[in-house]
């Protein structure tokens, strides 16, 4: 119907008003697929008004690539072919904008079941689709990164390197060409960038062989670029936003929108790495920046690391040779004026750029070279040899080209006839390389200092068990303020764990010490415990070894899957209580009812024999003493009778206790009798209980509390259990757990359980409620049972703690909000009630158990009952003779056609007549009949049945008769 089509029925216009409200679009085609109902959502969806999008085409706002499969999904739901579909499909919005929507879609049939069109709903889902777009592109972004990396580790030459590293990440960026860009000097002293690499899509035509690119002067035509990559910034945007003189080199490429990073080494800009997008204007967030970016910056290191080789293998080439040729220098110097080098070896040209000739010439030559910070050294070396020893003298000379070089000086005095040092003959070793390795050693120390100080996760470098290094993560991840108060202590002193118990790796076979390695539990400053996992590596750090510990917190990950299967679990051991309990409730129902029902025509006979006096044919019998005769004895029956019905009566409380666990995953808040909830708790707990204590229950006069219910059941399950554990077995009689209420003023019910157990140590109080946090042993539990029912409470706006004397006990209160009767909602005006009328009625029972049929006719046996055997077969009934039942007595989970089902095909066909309703169940719920059962006003009854309740129930209906219902 159309939104000016007004409603035939108050059921039709509360139905209409609920459509109207929902924040989905609710919609309805005709067979041609035109809409024919749209709920105004629709004009918050697509921007279109529902007045103007009434009987357009269904497919015309459909995205022209989706429009193909969802007319294949109408064709086969119009042709019967499928019950309903489900698709995720963008439609178009008025302002041209995409919006991503959950379309599910069913047939619509008359009531003549002849197919009137499709109906459904669409479900905005634009946010998820963003945010699954958007992890799919950090991911898609992340094993690019990974495989560039793979392939620089794999790459051996600078062609393969170029040619490797940019088809990944080109194709994560989803970009159309990606190519390298090298910037150097030209001849004349210009800067100058030319193409090494090129990847190019499908369809991209490449321009790596165009000669244009090959060499590009960037003042004259990239000024911009150079000024910008230079600083570390990138180019970015579309070309036709550029200036003329890019846009004349670029728009001939069929670009048409770019981003441009800048490689760098040593803080020089030595390259850039350009994505091109030549089929769209597509722009980078900055999501996408900074992952390229973070490729660019391991290129950069890449090509750093490959040039620092290559000038090391220059190095080593050069020191072989020299090596080939008596590398090191020689002299003989005359210590006595007219000071001179008697001889010095020809290699030290090679080393200080200075031929033998010149020395000769110049015996103050090393005086003038030296460094100024040498000289002293220097002359004593030159001067008074003799008091050096054999002990090496290590000297720094500048050479003619300027750079300094270490020489390694061992010397030995020539003594004349009177022992007076007139020569020394030297060797002068060149160790600049090991000099400058032993700076460059210091510098990567430096630098691995600055790489776990930029780490998120905590470092710590251990020397001989002791902390010589920890980075600001671990600081504050242990709670301290500064490094310094770690530096001196053991690593392991943080770790909660005995290392014996817990699993690991075998300790290091070379035996230094500080190898942690594993998921630990870590001890913070203030006493929180958190998990985290350890890496432990050998290392040199300041030229020695030590152990660098890396930690990872995985507290919140360790208790997220914790919980998760805690509620896998739950929910398992749900179902199954759930199935147990619908399964003994249908028998139980009759065995209760049939057991109530033989004890009152027992309780009748009885009363009529001793009101007649005679007892008719079988008074002698009845009335026979059993030694005489075996006489029949009604009392002895009737007490028979009353323990078969305590039995059953405490089975049910036990199904009802199971009913209550079976659904502790709802999040919904209901009134709560906590009373009700502690006496569950106790029956399951008992047979923890009975061997190591004796329970007291102190109940005061509490209202209700907003709670839920399996939720708080299993709150105090875990208390009470807890309670009984810390008291040891065979000693009952001298231990007690109490289970005490009381009421709070204002609107609070406290609840404590209280144990005369070994108590918790006060160092232990604080942390009790901490996640992962337990005084058991390794393996024995998980920590997180007093977390959660931490959690638990306080999401139901309560409070809980905890106090405790070690040896004496502990006493755990728990506070919730109660529902007080003044803030309760008490109707006004309400209508007086008119005494029902009494008359036999017409009552369909539909119950695929036919005992529990035959226990309803035999309590409604004033009335006429007829017994349906499932929801077909009363469907079949309510249909012939739809005004001919006052009350419809209808089980919930039927095989054949449920009791949803069946509701919603009366209220269809024959309007009005599913109000006579009554529906019962012996418990075990899918989540669409518990939903549909919250949403209708028709009375329900639990198996086994309130016999009164009943009775009274179906007494209303019949009073008020079938028109009533109309």
């Not at 244009?212 to 003042?219: C, E, K, N, S, T």
């Not at 600001?472 to 118990?501: K, N, W, Y």
């Not at 810390?726 to 001298?734: D, F, L």
């Not at 109660?818 to 005006?829: F, H, I, K, N």
């Amino acid at each position: 119907m159309s939104p000016a089509t007004p409603a035939s029925s108050p059921s039709e216009r509360l139905s209409r008003q609920i459509i109207d409200g929902l924040k989905e679009g609710v919609f309805q085609t005709d067979p041609q697929g035109r809409w024919t109902f749209l709920n105004p959502a629709w004009s918050e969806l697509t921007g279109f008004s529902v007045a103007e999008s009434l009987g357009r085409d269904a497919l015309e706002s459909v995205h022209p690539e989706d429009r193909t499969r969802v007319q294949e999904s109408f064709q086969a739901l119009l042709a019967h072919k499928a019950d309903h579909s489900r698709h995720e499909l963008r439609y178009l919005r008025r302002d041209g904008s995409t919006l991503w929507v959950e379309m599910v879609t069913r047939p619509l049939q008359g009531e003549d079941g002849g197919l009137q069109g499709l109906c459904g709903t669409l479900t905005d889902v634009s946010t998820r689709r963003r945010t699954e777009e958007a992890m799919a592109r950090r991911e898609r972004y992340l094993s690019a990164l990974v495989e560039m990396q793979q392939r620089l580790l794999m790459a051996q030459q600078e062609g393969d390197l170029y040619k490797d590293v940019l088809e990944p990440i080109g194709r994560a960026a989803g970009a159309s060409r990606v190519y390298f860009f090298e910037v150097f000097r030209g001849e004349a002293g210009q800067q100058l960038m030319s193409q090494r690499a090129e990847w190019c899509a499908p369809g991209i035509k490449p321009v790596s062989g165009n000669p244009r690119y090959q060499p590009v002067v960037v003042d004259r035509d990239f000024k911009r670029w150079g000024e910008l990559l230079s600083r570390g910034e990138v180019v970015a945007g579309r070309v036709k936003d550029f200036p003329v003189t890019e846009r004349a080199i670029l728009e001939p490429q069929g670009i048409r929108s770019m981003l441009v990073l800048p490689l760098r080494i040593n803080n020089s800009w030595v390259g850039f790495i350009g994505f091109d997008h030549c089929e769209s204007e597509q722009e980078w967030d900055k999501l996408e920046v900074d992952l390229l970016s973070a490729a660019a910056g391991a290129l950069s290191l890449e090509l750093e690391h490959r040039r620092s080789e290559s000038a090391l293998r220059e190095r080593e080439t050069r020191y072989r040779q020299l090596a080939e040729n008596a590398s090191d220098v020689q002299y003989r110097y005359k210590l006595e004026p007219p000071r001179a080098f008697l001889y010095i070896s020809r290699v030290v040209g090679d080393r200080l750029g200075y031929s033998p000739e010149e020395h000769y010439a110049n015996p103050e030559l090393w005086r003038q070279l030296v460094h100024p910070g040498d000289l002293p050294a220097l002359g004593q070396l030159l001067e008074a040899p003799h008091q050096l020893g054999s002990k090496p003298v290590v000297l720094r000379f500048t050479g003619r080209n300027g750079r300094t070089r270490w020489l390694e000086h061992t010397v030995a005095p020539v003594l004349d006839t009177t022992g007076r040092p007139v020569v020394v003959e030297g060797i002068a070793r060149d160790i600049t390389e090991r000099r400058e390795v032993e700076e460059q050693l210091k510098m990567s120390e430096a630098s691995f200092r600055i790489l776990l100080e930029g780490v998120a996760d905590a470092a710590a470098i251990q020397r001989d068990g002791r902390i010589v290094y920890a980075n600001m993560a671990l600081v504050s991840a242990l709670g301290f303020d500064r490094p310094d108060q770690l530096v001196g202590r053991t690593l392991a002193q943080f770790i909660e764990d005995d290392m014996e118990e817990v699993p690991g790796p075998p300790p290091d076979p070379s035996g230094i010490k500080g190898m942690i390695t594993g998921e630990r539990r870590l001890v913070r400053r203030d006493g929180k415990t958190r998990v985290a996992e350890l890496v432990s590596l050998p290392l040199l750090f300041d030229g020695a070894p030590a152990v660098v510990s890396i930690a990872r917190d995985v507290t919140d990950q360790r208790q997220f899957q914790a919980r998760l299967t805690l509620a896998d679990k739950l929910a398992s051991v749900g179902t199954l209580a759930a199935g147990i309990a619908h399964e003994i409730n249908n028998p139980l129902a009759f065995v209760i009812s049939n057991l109530s029902f033989l004890s009152e025509e027992m309780r009748r006979s009885q009363l009529a024999l001793e009101t007649s006096g005679t007892g008719g044919v079988l008074a002698p019998a009845l009335a026979r003493p059993r030694g005489m005769g075996g006489g029949l004895d009604l009392v002895e029956w009737q007490e028979v009778l009353s323990e078969a019905y305590e039995g059953a009566e405490r089975v049910r409380q036990i199904v009802r206790q199971l009913r209550a666990f079976s659904r502790p995953d709802e999040e919904r808040l209901t009134p709560v009798d906590v009373h009700q909830v502690l006496e569950s708790v106790v029956m399951m707990a008992t047979n923890e209980i009975r061997h190591r204590a004796q329970l007291h229950k102190d109940f005061g006069p509490v209202p209700s509390v907003m709670a839920n219910e399996g939720r708080l059941s299993q709150v105090f399950l875990h208390l009470v259990v807890n309670a009984a554990h810390a008291i040891p077995e065979g000693q009952a009689h001298q231990n007690a757990i109490r289970l005490i209420t009381r009421r709070l003023d204002p609107g609070r019910v406290l609840i404590e359980v209280q144990d005369t157990g070994r108590g918790i140590a006060p160092e232990h109080l604080s942390r009790i409620f901490d996640p992962f946090f337990t005084t058991k042993p390794v393996n024995v539990g998980t920590g997180l049972g007093l977390s959660i029912c931490h959690s638990t409470i306080t999401s139901m706006g309560g409070e809980i703690s905890v106090d405790s004397d070690l040896g004496k006990g502990t006493t755990f209160r728990v506070v919730l909000p109660s529902l007080e009767p003044r803030t309760r909602l008490r109707p006004t005006g309400q209508p007086t009630i008119a005494p029902l009328t009494h008359r036999r009625g017409r009552v369909l029972v539909v119950d695929d158990e036919p005992g529990v049929g035959k226990v309803l006719r035999r309590i409604l046996k004033e009335h006429e009952v007829e017994v349906a055997a499932g929801g077909r077969q009363a469907l079949e009934r309510l249909q012939q003779e739809p005004d001919s039942f006052d009350a419809v007595l209808c089980d919930v989970m039927m095989p054949d056609l449920g009791g949803k089902d069946l509701y919603e095909a009366v209220r269809r066909t024959h309007s009005g007549l599913e109000r006579r309703f009554i529906f019962v169940s012996g418990g075990a719920f899918t989540a669409n009949a518990r939903e549909f059962l919250e949403t209708i006003p028709n009375p329900k009854l639990e198996k086994p049945f309130n016999e009164p309740a009943l009775r009274q129930i179906v007494q209303e209906l019949v009073s008020r008769g079938p028109s009533s219902t109309r």
